[in-house]
């Protein structure tokens, strides 16, 4: 089971995915959608869309 390093929830594996995709590949520890919009300044419904993004383009992070 993998948490968010910053608010410790329970994470999907999207929510690693997408954090994989953007930040770092080879991260070992990740933020939730919410804590990775507070990061980027963005909202969370604009990480929602890069990750149904990258799952359409057939990026191998989304199975």
Not at 2 to 8: A, G, I, L, S, V
Not at 10 to 33: M, Q, S, T
Request: proline share 0%; hydrophobic share 40%; aromatic share 6%.
């Amino acid at each position: 089971m993998t948490c968010c390093k910053n608010c410790e929830k329970i994470l999907l594996l999207d929510e690693i995915a997408i954090y994989r995709r953007l930040i770092c590949r080879d991260a070992e520890e990740y933020l939730c959608k919410n804590c990775l919009a507070v990061s980027l300044k963005v909202g969370v419904e604009e990480i929602d869309k890069k990750i149904e993004h990258f799952r359409n383009i057939g990026c191998s992070l989304f199975i």
